[in-house]
């Protein structure tokens, strides 16, 4: 695999797929995303049912929607990719919450989160995951991300502060230490989705983040829902994370970080851990970038095990 589609895989790679509930009600404007590294006490939330949907206003105005599932510490907050919304974390929700308290986020722009954003970056979009942690009680959070989510969940802990005691990434972080990408590349890529974005994306979920032999309806459900995104969401988001400068990230983050990736391009570890030294991968093989979808029986056990690993490491 050349080092462009290496780049280009990791990047719409880390671009989450798909949106059960896609949302078209706008939102008011964006502001910048805060560096408020909160780590005192979080106020009490109200008891709610199971997985009823809730909402938090940032101080943008953007309404953020998120629900929470079982109860325990820690929180395990989980993070979405490009053009998704939580839903597709459905396969984790039941495993999870039999031991701890989980939070499915749907970022701004996806599933029930309002749009009207001006600034689509990867710090604002850590911040919206912010946001929603600074309402739970709990003393102890883990950042769990697929693709995008992976970055928004480094930029999330960043802001989230000392109750963030782990991040685990889901075929994500792959490009960390490659060199960056030139902004003529950038745009060069970005140029078809511009063109045609609904043709665009189908084309490239189809031929590039699922294996030979994939199912067939599994592979044309992810390619229609991700195509279904607004692009002036999606196009300024890729961008935001084709853009991406882990250097400037990195040296914030003090807490584990485990991947569990599919093996569609390589996970150079070594390379990686040149600026994330605490960084280890579990790869599952022949599986496809939606992998906590595709085969859960073989991904919550690591998922599950990482977890007990992490809090564990945090005792200690």
């Known amino acids: 695999m050349t080092l462009g589609r290496l780049i280009t895989l990791a990047a719409l790679t880390a671009l989450a797929i798909s949106a059960c509930s896609k949302n078209s009600e706008p939102s008011a404007p964006a502001a910048s995303a805060s560096t408020d590294t909160m780590a005192s006490t979080p106020p009490a939330a109200t008891a709610r049912p199971d997985g009823s949907p809730q909402l938090v206003t940032e101080p943008d105005g953007v309404h953020i929607e998120y629900r929470t599932y079982g109860k325990g510490d820690p929180a395990i907050i989980l993070v979405h990719g490009w053009a998704t ?8 929700f039941d495993p999870l919450k039999a031991k701890y308290t989980v939070v ?22 850590g911040e919206d995951v912010a946001t929603v942690a600074r309402r739970l009680p709990n003393q102890q959070i883990i950042l769990v991300g697929h693709s995008m989510g ?9 802001r989230i502060g000392d109750r963030v005691i782990g991040i685990i990434v889901v075929d994500a972080l ?3 230490g490659l060199p960056p990408t030139p902004q003529p590349e950038i745009e060069k890529r970005v140029a078809p ?15 590039e983040l699922f294996e030979k032999g994939a199912d067939p309806l599994f592979v044309q459900k992810v390619a229609y829902d991700m195509s279904l995104e607004p692009p002036e969401v999606a196009i300024p988001s890729l961008q935001a994370l084709l853009s ?5 990230v990195l040296p914030d983050i003090h ?4 991947a569990i990736n599919s093996d569609l391009g390589t996970t150079d570890e070594k390379r990686i851990r040149k600026l994330l030294p605490t960084f280890k ?6 599986t496809s970038h939606f992998l906590m979808m595709e085969v859960p029986d073989k991904f919550n056990p690591i998922l599950l095990h990482d977890i007990d690993n992490l809090v564990q490491n945090a005792r200690h």
């Open 85 to 92: 919304d939580a839903n597709y974390w459905n396969a984790q």
């Open 281 to 286: 991968a579990d790869t599952i093989p022949h």
């Open 150 to 158: 992976g970055t928004v969940a480094l930029e999330a802990a960043r």
């Open 193 to 207: 989705f511009r063109a045609d974005f609904i043709g665009s994306v189908r084309k490239y979920v189809t031929e």
């Open 255 to 258: 807490v584990p970080v485990l």
């Open 174 to 176: 792959k490009s960390i």
């Open 104 to 125: 499915a986020v749907d970022l701004a722009g996806h599933g029930g989160s309002t749009r009207s954003r001006s600034d689509w970056s990867m710090g604002n979009y």
């Open 244 to 248: 991406m400068d882990f250097a400037t």
